[in-house]
């Protein structure tokens, strides 16, 4: 995001999602960037030391390591890690074992880091009726951030989507796939806590995103109307 481009207001609701594979271009990538998500399990070879330099350097950092790569127990140390160096916020998967989201959520209560509770369905986007009962159960784990993402394959869903920010507790929404990218806009600008973008085209870490710098003008237009 450069900063002629993005406005305080913006750039405190665009978290720029990264991905980058080692320590060193993980602090190369935040140069300038002041509100990020470290995807920890896209790196490689990445241990505790790394996560604690890449999460001391006093940003406003999302924490998440997803499963799939690494065991179960390596994510945790890693994401322990990263909240006992400085992370501001930590993501658990709503469906993470009870012990590990325990465990997280505890480290955090005491370092003053916030937990999102993410959801994700990479098939449908869920009936309202569902994803109420999703959002509830995000809260009921201890969420201070409930994140809801789904695959988008109609402007109804969209609207699903967005209508979940009537809920005056604090939500991250937003629609994966080519026609989930309205929601990217349209969230931040109807009162979700934030939205993840990419730090650049072909650089996203989940179909939808938009490019920051794009993303910025486009809610800077948007407040203009």
């Known amino acids: 995001m450069s900063s002629n481009t993005t ?8 978290c720029v999602s990264l991905a980058e594979p ?6 190369a990538a935040l140069a300038g960037i002041d509100f990020a998500e470290i995807r920890i399990d896209r790196m490689t070879s990445v241990n505790e030391r790394d996560v604690r330099s890449i999460f001391s350097g006093g940003k406003r950092l999302i924490a998440t390591c997803r499963p799939g790569g690494a065991p179960e127990a390596d994510r945790k140390i890693l994401l322990l890690a990263a909240i006992e ?23 955090a209560a005491r370092t003053g880091c916030r937990v999102i509770v993410s959801y994700h369905d ?15 159960r995000c809260f009921a784990m201890g969420a201070n951030i409930a994140k809801i993402a789904c695959l988008v394959e109609s402007d109804r869903d969209n609207a699903r989507l967005l209508g979940l920010l009537d809920d005056p507790r604090p939500m991250a929404v937003m629609g994966l796939g080519r026609l989930g990218a309205k929601t990217r806009v349209m969230a931040p600008l109807l ?14 870490t989940a179909d939808g995103q938009i490019p920051a710098g794009r993303l910025s003008d486009l809610l800077r237009t948007m407040r203009e109307v």
Do not use: H, N, Q
Not at 122 to 136: A, K, N, Q, S, Y
């Open 7 to 14: 406005s305080w207001k913006e750039s405190s609701m665009i």
């Open 122 to 136: 990479f098939i449908r986007t869920p009936p309202r009726p569902g994803l109420e009962d999703i959002v509830g």
């Open 85 to 107: 160096a400085g992370a501001a916020y930590v993501d658990v998967e709503i469906d993470a074992a009870k012990d590990f989201r325990r465990c997280l959520i505890e480290s």
């Open 22 to 27: 080692t320590r060193e271009r993980c602090l």
């Open 191 to 204: 009162g979700a806590a934030f939205v993840y973008a990419s730090p650049g085209e072909g650089r996203e």
